[in-house]
Structures are given as C-alpha cells and as structure tokens.
C-alpha cells in the first residue's frame, strides 16, 4: 500500500473505524451518480458539446432535470424510463451505464480495497473510462481524445498515488512502469495499424464487364451492394479510386478518367471538385477500390492509457486478448449474417474487456508464465 495513503487513513480514525463493507456501499452509490455523469459523456462528448453546461435536460423538451429526479437507478425505475415532462422515452442505456459503473466500482472494491484502497480507487476511475469508451466506439466508432488523452494523463498521476497499479510499493518505480507503458501500449498498437494498412488497407473489388459504379449523396452504389459512405470513410485520408469509362456527372462527362473521391475532394481525371456540389457522379469501371483500416488511431491512443495504468505487460495480454475476442465476436456476426466482411468492428470495447481481464487474472497468469 502507498504509505502517504496509509499515513492519511490513520489521521482519520473514525474512517478507519467503519466497517469494510460500509465503503462497499459507499463505493455502489458513488459508482451510480459516476455512471450518471458517463452518461452526460455517452451523450455529448461525440457530439462535441460541454458535458457541464447546460445542466441535465431532456434533449426533446428541454425540459430540467431537477435533483430529485436524477436519482441513479431509482429516478429510471420510478419513471418508468420516460421524461417526467414530455413522456419522451429513456434510453435503457442510461440504466444499464449506471448500474454498470456502480457494479464496476464494487468490484474494484472488493477486489482490491482490503490491500490497497488507493490502488482500487484508481482502479474506479480507469473502469469509469472503460465504460464511457465502450458505449461510444459501439455507436459512433470512435474514442474521444478526452478519454484516451485523459485516460494516459491519469493514468500516469494516479500511478504516483497508487503504485501498487503497478505491483511495486515504490512511486519512482510505478511512474517508470506506467511510462514504458504508455510507450510499449502507442508503439505496438501503432504498428498494428500500419501494418493492417499495409497488409489490408485496400479492399478491391472486381466488377463484371460492363458495370456502372454510381457515387450518389449517401454512398458508391456497385451493381451487387450499395455501401454507404459512413462504412467507408474513417480517416480525412480514406480514398475511392477507379478508372472510369464514361464518367457522367450531372453537368458534364468524360470518355475517360481516373476517379478519386475522399471526404473533402473529387477527383476527375485533372478537375477537383467538391464532393458536397457534385451529388451524382456514374462510370462504367472494371475494378472498384475501397479504403479499409485495420484498426483507428483511437485505439492506439487508448492502449497508451491503459499502459498509463497498468503498465506494458498489460498492454501486450490486452492487445493479444482483445483481438482473439474480436476475431470470434466478429466471425460470430458473420456467419449469423449481422455484419459484412468489410464492415468495420469497434476495437476499444475488446480492449477494455482484455485490460479487465489483465486486473482480475491475466496478470497473475503472467507471473506465472514468465517468472523467473
């Protein structure tokens, strides 16, 4: 246990004097107002908007959500997952993110507090960014850099506090651990992805003779799928190409041109345009080629924090754990018929699930295996 944090427990001997179990629920109804303010997160941090101002409100009405009414748990249950206001329906979400991050903080709790409480605390607050990750790289593919940057940030002072993240009694010790960590979680993650875009950055696709790629507002139509370009596009550098026979836009053609099309331009031949001016674009092409990533830039960023905490063997049991989890979730899919071989799989939850593993486990099978 860090001593500071043991010379500060017993200045306070009436905390010191409460049972074990009184903080258990302490830590469960901390974890419900923590899960409440995730969802604030969940909600508004893809959108780009403050997560502090305005305060709570329902997004169809307006209408304020007084503290009476933003119990955890309680105020969904007692509504009936409905605005008090409008009767606009919630979101099971914002109770399965409340109960969850309560059930998180327990079991940070009971797993580690009787040792080390400034290592489960810390522990509490490495979750709470798991939680958030999850919810939004499931809905919006991606990882804000509020968490990921943050979450190295924090994970690099809360080291400081709680050594034992990194099985040393020693702050100086803790801190190198959790910087060789976030070096080891960027760099090998890093080189995950550009070795995905190596290997498996372009997807081309073959067309019968004489077919007709169509670009319209909302995606390339080929003649067996229409792909929208929200399953296409993950980067400002992600590009369709084509050689075109025939190129018709809504105001001119060309005999014959090379097309490329990113988010910000269109390519035709030597002319760019607009892509957002020029909303219907046809060619006749034999091969079509689409970008495809093996994995966004935000998991990397997010394998730096997790190594912030818990330092570079956990990044490697992570990585290793997380992709033999994604592969099965996503041949699962597959061959269920709920996803395309090119449709992209959020990574971040995976890797939260392996650094879960890596805290209640892995790292014990990792001394094992490599001890000595």
């Given amino acids: ?29 901390l974890g419900a107002f923590v899960g409440s303010f995730l969802n604030v997160c969940i909600h508004r941090m893809p959108l780009g908007e403050s997560v502090v101002s305005p305060p709570s409100h329902c997004p169809r009405c307006g209408y304020r959500i007084p503290f009476s009414l933003n119990i955890p748990v309680v105020t969904w249950l007692w509504l009936r997952g409905r605005c008090r206001s409008c009767r606009e329906p919630i979101p099971a979400r914002y109770l399965v993110v409340e109960a969850l991050t309560s059930g998180a903080f327990v079991l940070a709790w009971l797993g580690f507090g009787h040792d080390d409480p400034a290592m489960a605390l810390a522990l509490c607050a490495l979750f709470a960014s798991f939680i958030v990750a999850t919810f939004i790289d499931f809905e919006h593919f991606i990882i804000p850099d509020e968490i990921t940057l943050g979450g190295t940030l924090a994970g690099f002072v809360l080291s400081a506090v709680a050594p034992g993240l990194h099985g040393t009694a020693s702050m100086p010790a803790a801190l190198r651990r959790s910087a060789v960590g976030i070096a080891v979680g960027f760099g090998a993650v890093y080189g995950v992805v550009r070795l995905g875009k190596l290997l498996f950055g372009r997807e081309k696709i073959a067309l019968p003779a004489g077919a007709r790629v169509v670009f319209h507002e909302e995606g390339v139509r080929m003649p067996d799928r229409d792909v929208p370009f929200g399953d296409i596009f993950y980067r400002a550098s992600d590009t369709i190409r084509l050689r075109g026979r025939r190129v018709e836009l809504a105001d001119r053609c060309y005999p014959e041109a090379d097309v490329s099309l990113t988010q910000g ?81 959020p990574f971040g939850p995976y890797l939260a699930l392996g650094a879960m593993a890596w805290v209640f486990g892995g790292a014990r099978w990792w001394g094992r295996m490599f001890a000595g």
Avoid: C
């Fill in 1 to 29: 246990m860090n001593p500071r944090f043991v010379e500060w427990w017993l200045e306070h001997p009436s905390l010191l004097g409460m049972p074990f179990h009184f903080w258990t629920g302490v830590l469960a109804i």
């Fill in 265 to 345: 331009e269109l390519r035709v031949g030597g002319d760019v345009m607009d892509p957002a001016t020029e909303p219907y674009l046809s060619a006749e092409a034999q091969e079509l080629v689409l970008p495809r990533e093996a994995m966004g830039f935000g998991d990397v960023k997010f394998m730096s924090a997790i190594g912030a905490f818990l330092g570079w063997q956990a990044t490697v049991f992570t990585l290793g754990f997380a992709s033999m989890v994604g592969a099965v979730v996503g041949v699962t899919l597959i061959g269920i018929g709920r996803r395309e071989w090119s449709s992209r799989l």
